[in-house]
C-alpha cells in the first residue's frame, strides 16, 4: 500500500455545509490529484497540482478548491455542499519517475443530504 | 490528444481459467500504458505500466499485459483467475511526447472470477 491518507473515509452532511476533504503523502511526491468517482464507474479529474503554490483545474467542472502549501498536503474544499456532490473523492500523488503512475489514497465516500 | 478504451464492462471467468480484460489506446507520440485495480470501497492500486523495451510487462499477484504496438492494444492478462482477482480494472494512457502528467483513464472493466 502507497503511503497517502485521505479523511474522512465517510461523511454524510447537510446541504449548503463548508466541508474540506483531507490529503496527506509521506512519499514526497510533487504531483497531487484529485478525482471524483461515482461507485463503479469511471474517473472525473478535478483538480492538480504540480507542486507547492501550484494548482490547476481538471477536465470535469467543479464548485470545488484545492489548496497547496505544503508538499505533503493537498486538500479539497467544498464552500456549499450539495446534493450533486455525493461522490466518492480519490486523491493521488505520483513522483519523480518519468512514467508517472499514480498511487491512490483509499477514498472518501461524500453523501450530502 | 490521448484516449483509451475498455471494450468491456464486464468480463466473467471461471476460477482456475485464463483471463484477458482489454484495452486500446490512441496517443500522438509513444504511450506510457498503466494498469490498476480497484477492490470495493477502496482507491486504485497500481498493477503495472509500459515504458520501453519488452512487449511482456509483468506485474503485482500473477498479472501481466501484452504491448502491441500495431494493434495500439495492452490487454491485461493471467494464467489462472482467482476469485479474489474479483474487482474493476482501469487501463490508463499518457503520451510521452506531450508535458502534461496527467493520464487518460478508460471506463473501467469489471472483472467477475467465479468459483
Known amino acids: 500500500e502507497a503511503d497517502i491518507y485521505q479523511t474522512p473515509r465517510y461523511l454524510v452532511i447537510g446541504t449548503g455545509k463548508k466541508i474540506t476533504l483531507e490529503c496527506s503523502q509521506t512519499m514526497g511526491h510533487d504531483k497531487m490529484y484529485w478525482y471524483q468517482q461515482d461507485p463503479g464507474m469511471e474517473l472525473h479529474l478535478i483538480h492538480y497540482?504540480?507542486?507547492?503554490?501550484?494548482?490547476e483545474k481538471g477536465d470535469l467542472s467543479s464548485e470545488s478548491t484545492v489548496s497547496r502549501i505544503r508538499t505533503e498536503h493537498f486538500p479539497l474544499t467544498l464552500e456549499s455542499a450539495r446534493p450533486s456532490h455525493t461522490s466518492q473523492y480519490l486523491c493521488?500523488?505520483?513522483?519523480?519517475?518519468?512514467?508517472?503512475?499514480?498511487?491512490f489514497g483509499p477514498g472518501t465516500r461524500l453523501t450530502v443530504l | 490528444a490521448q484516449s483509451v478504451a475498455q471494450p468491456e464492462d464486464q468480463v466473467n471467468v471461471a476460477e482456475g481459467n485464463p483471463l484477458t480484460v482489454k484495452c486500446t489506446y490512441s496517443v500522438s507520440g509513444n504511450p506510457y500504458l498503466f494498469w490498476y485495480v480497484q477492490y470495493p470501497n477502496r482507491g486504485l492500486q497500481f498493477l503495472l505500466k509500459y515504458i520501453t523495451g519488452d512487449n511482456l510487462v509483468k506485474g503485482s499477484y500473477g498479472f501481466e499485459a501484452e504491448f502491441n504496438k500495431s494493434q495500439t492494444s495492452f490487454h491485461l492478462k493471467k494464467p489462472s483467475a482467482l476469485v479474489s482477482d474479483s474487482a474493476l480494472y482501469f487501463c490508463a494512457v499518457r503520451d510521452r511526447s506531450g508535458g502534461s502528467y496527467i493520464p487518460t483513464f478508460g471506463r473501467g472493466t469489471s472483472l467477475i472470477v467465479h468459483p
Open positions: 497540482s504540480y507542486g507547492v503554490n501550484s494548482t
Open positions: 493521488a500523488s505520483s513522483g519523480p519517475s518519468g512514467s508517472g503512475e499514480q498511487f
